[in-house]
């Protein structure tokens, strides 16, 4: 027989039994429950209340911190997801936004809308090849999204490719028409320029050989990837020879004329190009047959790489009349780099050569690092070093063995009143020349002021300056330059 009280203990095991039999029905009931009926405990009157914050600018701060707390206690909530990531970018935090449209791509199903959003949140953040990426997905699967082609015609303005920005524009337009886009596009479209320029500038150095020339340029945007320009010069020049000198029974002066042809061209966002082709003409020299490329690569926005070929004369390299009378002729190729350090420090590099007509042969470079102390004032300190030399000695034009030189300078713009501002820039350093055998050095300088005037698409600049540099002797020279320029 069993003992008295095993009659209570089965009692007491049968209520047990039910009571967990109670609590496993229970927990297989709420899990039964559909999720929209879950949901019904979430706290709607709080996220109603963040959603009226977001029509106040001023009250995005107590709205993020709403949703921040609604996920907190339920993270797979995708409605306080959704609009948290759309107040984060409309506040600039693109990379937390960008991490809530990711997160919410994994919901089921996820908002319909999530795949344009965040493909502008993309061009927002200045991710625009990843941005036309997704554009162009969604145009795909819908060619007739016009939402999607004014966001990527958005992206490609913001990235400086103003054509392709104007054909989505337009197609976004035909497709579904919007105010904010239009102006958008007129906006653009104003920016095509034509200038009207001219300017004079005069020469003088310590060998008694004087310069001028006046000029005038006109250009016009063909779109927004070309354009054309044409331009035209007068130039006097005269070298007051001594008896004995070179050439000294043929002319003093000269006087010329030179036109020139020229188109630029970005090719894409990385690639632009310029062609010119002209010439000039000497009343008591030969004419010179003028004529310049350049090829410009830009991987990233703070660095470019350029590439620029040209054949001319020696005037304006070597300011000497016995160069242009002997007809001498140059062909020159450059490479060059410049980049963007830091926000207040850049760089510069170039190399190149030259092949004279006369049998001889240049070669050049050059370096400089140039450093913004101050923000909020446009000046700079730049360092800059310079060398070059010339295969074999002429009689005719300064072709040193070694030349170099290293200049600390100050160069800035100061503002005056509206739109009138000092200009300046003050170097000095040292250099070493070395011709026929002898080495000569000493100190070298430059010395430039003047005053810039802008307003309304005018411009107006006038440059005085001084410099010396080491030859034979200590060279100086003075210049005098005018320049205006009318954009409309």
């Not at 020049?237 to 050439?247: F, S």
């Not at 090719?267 to 004419?287: N, Y």
């Not at 730049?382 to 010339?390: K, Q």
């Amino acid at each position: 027989m069993r003992p008295a009280g095993s009659f209570i203990d089965r009692c007491r095991d049968c209520a047990a039994g039910r009571l967990l039999a109670a609590c496993a029905l229970l927990l297989v009931t709420l899990l039964a429950v559909p999720a929209p009926l879950r949901a019904a405990v979430r706290d709607e009157a709080r996220l109603e209340r963040a959603d009226a914050l977001l029509e106040d600018k001023g009250g995005w701060g107590e709205a993020i911190a709403i949703y921040r707390e609604l996920l907190a206690a339920d993270p797979a909530w995708v409605e306080p997801r959704h609009n948290l990531a759309r107040v984060l970018a409309w506040r600039g935090d693109y990379a937390e936004s960008l991490e809530h449209y990711d997160r919410l791509a994994s919901a089921t199903p996820p908002p319909a809308d999530l795949a344009i959003e965040r493909a502008e949140v993309l061009s927002w953040a200045g991710r625009t090849q990843e941005a036309a990426v997704a554009f162009e997905q969604l145009l795909a699967a819908n060619p007739k999204d016009a939402r999607a082609a004014r966001g990527l015609a958005r992206t490609h303005r913001w990235s400086g490719e103003r054509s392709r920005a104007d054909r989505w524009y337009t197609q976004s337009l035909a497709l579904a028409d919007d105010r904010e886009a239009r102006e958008e596009q007129l906006a653009m479209r104003s920016e095509l320029r034509r200038e009207l320029a001219g300017g004079f500038h005069a020469f003088f150095d310590s060998e008694d050989f004087s310069f001028y020339r006046t000029g005038t340029r006109f250009a016009r945007d063909l779109d927004f990837d070309t354009r054309l320009y044409a331009s035209s010069a007068t130039y006097y020049v005269a070298h007051d020879r001594e008896a004995d000198a070179p050439l000294a029974g043929d002319p003093e002066n000269l006087n010329g004329f030179e036109g020139r042809l020229g188109v630029e061209r970005r090719i894409d966002a990385r690639w632009k190009a310029m062609l010119e082709a002209g010439g000039r003409h000497w009343d008591h020299a030969d004419a010179v047959p003028l004529a310049r490329g350049t090829l410009e690569f830009s991987p990233v926005e703070n660095t470019s790489f350029g590439l620029e070929l040209a054949h001319d004369d020696m005037l304006e390299r070597s300011y000497s009349l016995e160069s242009v009378l002997r007809n001498v002729r140059r062909s020159s190729g450059k490479l060059s780099a410049w980049a963007q350090l830091t926000p207040s420090i850049e760089g510069y590099a170039e190399s190149g050569g030259a092949l004279l007509s006369d049998a001889n042969a240049e070669f050049f470079a050059g370096t400089s690092l140039s450093w913004k102390p101050l923000e909020q004032y446009d000046v700079r300190m730049a360092l800059a070093i310079d060398a070059s030399r010339y295969q074999d000695y002429s009689a005719f034009y300064y072709s040193p063995e070694v030349d170099l030189g290293a200049t600390l300078s100050l160069v800035g713009k100061i503002p005056i009143t509206g739109g009138l501002a000092f200009t300046f820039d003050a170097g000095g350093g040292g250099g070493l020349s070395r011709e026929l055998g002898v080495t000569e050095t000493g100190p070298a300088y430059r010395v430039k002021a003047g005053f810039a005037f802008q307003r309304a698409g005018f411009s107006l600049d006038l440059d005085v300056a001084r410099s010396q540099s080491v030859r034979a002797i200590a060279y100086t020279t003075h210049e005098v330059e005018l320049r205006a320029s009318w954009s409309f």
